[in-house]
Each structure stands twice: as structure tokens, then as C-alpha cells.
């Protein structure tokens, strides 16, 4: 099963740039997009009843900093910076060596992986009431949230083991071109949260320390079920795992020094929102805040960004080895152009209308009217630097296909020392001015992802590893231009919407009202790209069908 799937991966490494092969990593965006898109909408589900159970209140905060340490690994395992260091080795024996020689690397990398994080684990859960000094010293003014955040963050802590083994899987699978099963994981968590909400809303726990509970024990439990999943998936594809002796093998080391470097820049993204998590605890409510605002802008970025890091760094693997440059390199310029094409769009909605959207799906319940006042601009923040975020996805695969992890890491360490600086210069500064100071930590979140997009873009360029082609540069202004006429709709359609946005409405109406002004924009914008030419409908049906 193994061999017949990789003859049909060389075949189509064989495949020159052009429409094709576009259409091929295309494909694949949209496979893995969706199936996030999917477990994005839940997750907006979980949070709405979160928001209307829980709030942003001290038990809301407690739960958000246990919620945020497991979910910082699953972000860095789960969603492609684990993949920086296992998925280029793991590629090269698969391709160069074939499947048993790839079999027995991700054995040797699980032992070592397993034993690791169990020590990790159980020193953490131990040492989790002076941890949490570091992850929220804020708290340390409220005994009672303290004590319970530091209760949750050890029920939720497990999770990171689970996460470990669904990484390494996903990764196997990956390389395998079956990106469905790993995309659709992350499901299973909002599944199981939604139930934890809901059980503990139906006891009567709206609001009370029990439900904070309920949902870290979720947390646990959803992840021994995303790791089932992908064992099962693995197995069925013909990889049939078993446990090893640990050893640091060359290949183990090989992967241990990729590794290191790979976590910390793949997962620059989430660190950073880590650092301003303990830097918001300082500020009553700030930490629920900058989580529902977070929450929205992390809809676009992973159902974009996720789907070109997880499918762009095992095509880029696949074709440098296989020596195909060219191809290579218009993969990144068609995965540039296929993130800013959906991103773009996003944050200027996102940062126009973040007060409509925030009152909409979150202004009930616990969840009251200064909680939309003090969470939209944070979205809004957050939303400036959505581009940026996807631009990073797209540079990053480029250097660790070709087992650079450290160039990242360093522009990632260069990045976290303007994140921190920016964000407690902008929480005082703000706080100062009279203004909510947990949105400096959203701008400064904001412009240090614009820097480190940047820094990797300069560097792929002067080394002749990207270079944006023709067709990139046409569409790139027209892209640009159709996302500031949509801005334009939609701000002109906020003042005869606004009634219909009220709390005091029925939910549906509110809904169907942001649902006309989300198709609003949707029209005005793919409008504006079929008639400059940026999408051709005709085109692209051809194109699919030669494909095919």
C-alpha cells in the first residue's frame, strides 16, 4: 500500500509548474482548509457557550492560562513546526530508501519522543504552583484563581503527551499525501469540549469552579481520542508502528537538532501569544479578552495558513530531493498567492467590522456589553498583522525543506524580543493613555509577525530561493485593490446593519444580519478578482479537468 502511494507521489513530482501542478497543491490546501474550517466553526460553537457560561470573569482566566499551555504544544506539534524537523528526514527514507527504512526513523523518534515528554510532563504537573508564576504571575493577587488555574492546568497537562504521538503521525501521514485524517484531529477536540460546556452548563455550573474542571478533564480525554484516530489511520495505511528501546541514534540526533530550533521558529506565532497571555494576567480580564479575540483571527490563519504550512513543507521536501527547482519554487509563489488571496480579505473584515462580529457571536449570557467594547479593538489589532502570519507559513517550509531550522529560529528569537518589548511598552503606554492596555499587546503581537515574515522573505531572496514570478506579481496589486473596495462595502453597510447587530434582537436576526454582511463582502471581493482577471472561472474548470 505504502509503495503503490509513493509511485503515484513520483509520478506526480514528474508534473512541470504551471496550472497542474497548481491545481494539485491547490487541492490539497482545500482538503486540509476545510476539514480546519470544520473544526474552526465548532470551536466558535465552544467558545460562544464558553463565553456565555463562563465569560471574562476569574474562572474564565483560570481556565484560558490551563486551556493556552497544552494548546501552545498542540499548535507546535499538531500544526507543522514538529513537522520542520521529522517531515524532510522522514520524506528522504521514504524516497531514498524506502518504506522500512522510513518505519524504523519514526519508531526510533517516537521512543525517544514518548520518554521525554513523559519526564516532561510529570516534572511539569509537579511543579506546576511555581510554574504558574511564570505563565500568570497577574494571578498571584487572587489566591482562589490561582490555585484553580494551577488545578486545571494539571488535569489539561497530559494533552502535550497525546500531542506528541498525533504529531508524529500526522507527519507520516503527510508525507504520505493522506492529509484528511490529520486535518480532521483537531474536530475531536471542539467535539468534546462542546460536550464538557454543555454537561456543565446542564449542572447547573454557569459561572462556579466546576465547570473550569469539566472542561480541562475534556481536554485529556480529547486528546487520548485524537491520538486513537491517527494511530488507526496510520496502521490502515500500511505503517505499522511499534515501541522501541530509546536510543539516540544518528538519525534521532539528527532530528533532535533540527528539532529544537524548528519548535521555537515554526512556533514563533503561539509563543508570542503565550508572552502576551502572562503579560494580560496583569490586567483584569485582559487574558479572556485577547482569547475570544485570538480565537476569530486564528479562523482564517489556520484554515489558510495551517493548510500551506502542512502541505507546502512535504511538496517543497519532495521536489528538492527529487532536484525539481523550478517546481519548487512555483509551489511557494502559488501558495504565496493562494494565502494572501483568502488572507487579505480576512483582516481587512476582520479590522472593519470587529465590533459587529465580537457582538454577534459572543455578547450573551456572562458575556456583556464592555466585554465586546474591550475585545473588538483587540481583534482588530490582532487582524493587521493576519497577513503577515500567512506569509510566514508560506517562507518557513522553504528553509526547512532544505533542513535550515536555525536561520528561523534566530529571526524567531529576534522576533520574541521586539514581541515582549513591544508588549509591555504598548500595555503601559496604553494604560496610561486611558486605553485598554491588553491592545498593545495584540499590535505589538501584530507588527513582530510582520518582521519576522520579512526577515524570511529577504533572506530566501538574496540567496536565489525565492524569487516572486509574473504571474504573482499581476495579481499581487489587483489582490490588494479588491480587498480595500470589499473594505469599503462593508463599512458602508455597517450603519444600515447596525440595528439588526443589537443583543436585544433575536439571535437568528443578528446572525442573518452578519451573515449578509460576510456575503457582502464575498461578492464585492471575488467580483472585483473574476473582472481583473485574478480568478478565470473558465480557465480554471479547463485546467481541473486536464488535471483530472
Known amino acids: 500500500m505504502i509503495v503503490t502511494a509513493w509511485r503515484a507521489t513520483s509520478l506526480a513530482q514528474g508534473t512541470p509548474p504551471g496550472y497542474c501542478a497548481g491545481l494539485m497543491l491547490y487541492r490539497s490546501f482545500v482538503t486540509v482548509g476545510g476539514l480546519t474550517m470544520v473544526s474552526r466553526i465548532l470551536g466558535f460553537a465552544r467558545d460562544i457557550l464558553i463565553a456565555a457560561a463562563l465569560g471574562s470573569g476569574a474562572i474564565a482566566d483560570a481556565f484560558f492560562v490551563a486551556f493556552r499551555f497544552p494548546n501552545l504544544f498542540r499548535r507546535l506539534f499538531a500544526e507543522g513546526a514538529f513537522n520542520a524537523a521529522f517531515v524532510p528526514l522522514f520524506a528522504k527514507r521514504l524516497q531514498g530508501e524506502g518504506a522500512d527504512a522510513a518505519k524504523t526513523f519514526a519508531e526510533e523518534a517516537m521512543s525517544v519522543l514518548l520518554i521525554t515528554l513523559l519526564a516532561f510532563s510529570a516534572i511539569c504537573m509537579l511543579a506546576m504552583p511555581w510554574l504558574m508564576l511564570i505563565l500568570a504571575p497577574g494571578f498571584v493577587a487572587d489566591p482562589d484563581k490561582y490555585d484553580l488555574a494551577v488545578l486545571l492546568t494539571q488535569i489539561a497537562f497530559p494533552y502535550l503527551l497525546c500531542m506528541s504521538l498525533v504529531a508524529l503521525l500526522s507527519g507520516i501521514l503527510n508525507s504520505m499525501h493522506r492529509y484528511w485524517v490529520a486535518a ?6 471542539n467535539i468534546v469540549l462542546i460536550a464538557a460546556i454543555s454537561l456543565a452548563i446542564a449542572l447547573g455550573y454557569s459561572q462556579k469552579p466546576g465547570a473550569g474542571i469539566i472542561l480541562a478533564i475534556g481536554v485529556f480525554i480529547a486528546g487520548i481520542a485524537q491520538t486513537i484516530l491517527l494511530w488507526v489511520a496510520v496502521r490502515r495505511a500500511g505503517m505499522r508502528l511499534s515501541l522501541r528501546r530509546p536510543r539516540l541514534t544518528p538519525g534521532v540526533k539528527r532530528l ?3 528539532g529544537i530550533p524548528g519548535l521555537i521558529s515554526g512556533g514563533i506565532t503561539q509563543i508570542n501569544i503565550v508572552v502576551g497571555t502572562v503579560i494580560a494576567s496583569m490586567q483584569a480580564g485582559a487574558v479572556s479578552y485577547l482569547y475570544y479575540a485570538d480565537r476569530l483571527y486564528q479562523l482564517p490563519l489556520g484554515i489558510v495558513g495551517v493548510a500551506i504550512g502542512v502541505v507546502l513543507l512535504p511538496d517543497l521536501s519532495r521536489r528538492l530531493q527529487a532536484g525539481d527547482h523550478r517546481a519548487a519554487m ?9 494565502g494572501l488571496m483568502l ?11 470587529a465590533e459587529p462580529i465580537i457582538r454577534v457571536l459572543f455578547e450573551r449570557g456572562a458575556f456583556s456589553p464592555s466585554d465586546t467594547a474591550a475585545t473588538a479593538p483587540a481583534l482588530a489589532a490582532f487582524a493587521c498583522g ?6 510566514i507559513k508560506v517562507f518557513q517550509p522553504a528553509f526547512f525543506a532544505r533542513e535550515d531550522t536555525k536561520t528561523p529560529m534566530r529571526y524567531a528569537a529576534f522576533n520574541m524580543i521586539i514581541n515582549v518589548a513591544g508588549s509591555l511598552a504598548l500595555f503601559y503606554a496604553f494604560a496610561q493613555m486611558g486605553y485598554h492596555p491588553h491592545v498593545g499587546i495584540a499590535l505589538a503581537t501584530s507588527l513582530a509577525g510582520w518582521i519576522n515574515a520579512l526577515l524570511l522573505w529577504a533572506t530566501l531572496s538574496r540567496a536565489g530561493n525565492f524569487q516572486a514570478d509574473r504571474r504573482l506579481l499581476r495579481n499581487l496589486p489587483l489582490i490588494i485593490l479588491a480587498s480595500i473596495i470589499m473594505g469599503a462595502a462593508v463599512w458602508f453597510a455597517l450603519g444600515p446593519l447596525a440595528p439588526y447587530f443589537s443583543a436585544a434582537n433575536p439571535i437568528y436576526l443578528q446572525l442573518s444580519a452578519l451573515a449578509g454582511l460576510v456575503g457582502l463582502g464575498a461578492v464585492v471581493f471575488f467580483g472585483t478578482v473574476l473582472l481583473t482577471g485574478v480568478l478565470s472561472p473558465s480557465q480554471f474548470v479547463r485546467k481541473l479537468r486536464r488535471a483530472s
Open 330 to 338: 512555483d509551489s511557494q509563489n502559488r501558495s504565496l498567492e493562494f
Open 256 to 258: 533532535i537538532g533540527l
Open 386 to 391: 493576519l497577513p503577515g502570519f500567512v506569509l
Open 184 to 189: 480532521a484531529a483537531p474536530i475531536l477536540l
Open 343 to 353: 488572507t487579505l480579505p480576512a483582516a481587512v473584515a476582520l479590522a472593519v467590522a
